[in-house]
């Protein structure tokens, strides 16, 4: 396979555009590196429906409310590299800081709506750096496609909000969240967990699980049977659990359509985060 | 000439692809009509650059932060479309407002720091409303080049942080302002003034120059000897007079290089702008 990899905008532009040229369609799918098969899966996507996939790898500073998280943050470019080549992927896009951001950054993206609530409440200025840059991305690639997962669902759908709402001429395709068998969403930061964090991480998909089958009760008491699971684990702290409307992103009370419920938890110094769509009926949306 | 008014988001891209297609670069006149020869200067050298020149109409109720205004503001649609004919204009976009907001705006495009003086700091939200609206209209129509007036300084700076700190791909093209006789200023807002807040308003013109001629004894002399010009129009009162960084708009108190002088007035119940850019000597930059 040809991987090629390219580090500026002037040379993702003109990689692009060749592409163009050849008549390939684009996509793309954007990430932080530390390549999992939740990626995997974006890939595979991508390289089914486009002529030219792209991955793009950067660790964004502007998303980062706390400098030790993106310092910490995996960086595993050469292992990132062979994944990419093994799945066929045509271009990485790899800049580096000071070519995203050559200058003091004075505009931004923003869905303050949207980011009210679940992590956008605990990570401030979070969601306007993941929108600010996804902006930045979707300029210098201009792809037809961009591929996001649900794992990330408040991100996704700022994004998918970010397309409409600012006319971005872009079809964002959003990609089912990979688990491992115990449920445990796959993610980058799944590696910093110790042995006994990582059997007690699996508790926050049986938790969103227990909510749905609980759903009938009212979002209450879906939450404490939620809660009630996740409290059998010690290492567990919730920082937030939310039943919300699958549109706004606020949470709800009274179920009476589709929700989505999400949580965040910390497993010792790990942040984790996960969520499921139901149909609000105690039945699962697959 | 064979001038096209197209109303959607479907026809615009329809018809920027066709002329794309036939090897045309594309060239962008955002309005908000009420054409005049202000707007007049911008589509004659949009016309001496672009294969294809597009007149964009919208006023655009995101940026008005007051709903009167909004309502007020002059519509002159049939007149607009003469105007464009006669300059060659190839197409205009005259989306209505259901069609480049559909839903409620989640949304938003801000320059936080390029706001916080001027205009920004008495039009709460107007910056946003502008660097939004224009996002859109870059995402569809996707031009080569768009093309601003200065005298509207601050929306031009922000457009072009907006381009750089975003990565359009599109280049922003600044247009010198088009004056009366007397120095004034055209505008949109001009045709609501009686005679005698006509006569008054060319006062601002001359305040901006008598505080450049003042720059050699600093910032604050120089405003006071431009707000003693103003003050001697009994119908003219001063929003703002300040003397800021061209790059950062931020007020300066010694001069030490390029700068420019600003000025919002009302004269009677309409506000005026204006503003000069000045190499800081007391010298002007033609």
Chains 1, 2 share one sequence.
Not at 46 to 58: K, P
Not at 125 to 135: L, M, N
Not at 244 to 254: A, C, K, N
């Amino acid at each position: 396979m040809n991987l090629r990899v390219v580090r500026t905008a002037r040379e993702i532009r003109g990689a692009v555009s060749q592409a163009r040229q050849s008549g390939q369609s684009i996509g793309l799918v954007p990430t932080m590196g530390a390549l999992h098969q939740g990626h995997g899966a974006l890939i595979e996507r991508a390289r089914a429906e486009s002529g030219c996939v792209i991955v793009s790898i950067f660790v964004n500073p502007l998303q980062f409310d706390r400098k030790d998280d993106y310092e910490r943050y995996a960086r595993t470019f050469p292992a990132d590299l062979e994944f990419c080549r093994e799945r066929g992927v045509d271009l990485v896009f790899a800049p580096d800081v000071a070519e995203v951001y050559p200058g003091d950054q004075r505009v931004y993206v923003d869905a303050p709506s949207l980011s009210e609530h679940l992590c956008g409440k605990y990570r401030p200025g979070h969601f306007r750096g993941v929108a600010t840059v996804v902006a930045k991305l979707f300029n210098l690639v201009q792809p037809d496609r961009a591929y996001f997962g649900e794992k990330d669902a408040q991100q996704l759908a700022i994004i998918q909000a970010l397309v409409t709402d600012l006319n971005f001429p872009i079809v964002i395709v959003p990609v089912p969240t990979v688990r491992e068998h115990d449920g445990l969403a796959l993610s980058s930061r799944n590696a910093r967990l110790n042995p006994k964090e990582r059997r007690s991480a699996a508790a926050v998909y049986r938790a969103l699980r227990a909510a749905e089958n609980n759903l009938g009760a009212g979002a209450s008491a879906a939450k404490e049977a939620a809660i009630a699971v996740l409290q059998q684990e010690p290492t567990i702290r919730v920082e937030y659990f939310e039943i919300v409307d699958p549109e706004t992103l606020h949470p709800v009370e009274g179920i009476r359509g589709p929700v989505r419920i999400a949580a965040a938890v910390w497993a010792g110094e790990t942040r984790l985060i996960d969520n499921i769509y139901s149909a609000g009926t105690g039945r699962p949306i697959p």
